[in-house]
C-alpha cells in the first residue's frame, strides 16, 4: 500500500497536485480541503456516513512514514500536466460507473 502517493510540486509558483494510486487508477486528492475524486469520497464522505476515504488515509500514512514521492516540474508544464491528470481521473470515473 505505501508507495502509492505521489506529489507532484511545480515551480517556482508552489502549486501542488497530489494523486494516489487506487484500485482502478490514479485518484486526484486536496488534503487541505479534504477532497478526494473517487465515489466512495462523493457518495460516503460527502453523504456524512464514513469520515474519509482510502485515498485521504493513504496520504496521511504517507506523510506520516515518508513515504511520499515527491515529484519537480516547472510551472510551464502544469497545463499538460493537469490536463493528463484529469483526463486519467475521468478515465476512472467512466471505469467505475460502469
Ligand atoms: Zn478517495
Redesign the pocket.
Known sequence: MAGGVKESVFVPSGRKVIT?V?RLGD?F?DPDKPY???S??FFR?LGGREET????LSYRMATETGKLDVVKFSDEEYGAYLAATVRDVFEVIRKSAS
Open positions: 494516489v487506487g485518484e486528492i478526494c475524486s473517487c466512495n469520497f464522505v476515504c482510502y485515498h485521504l
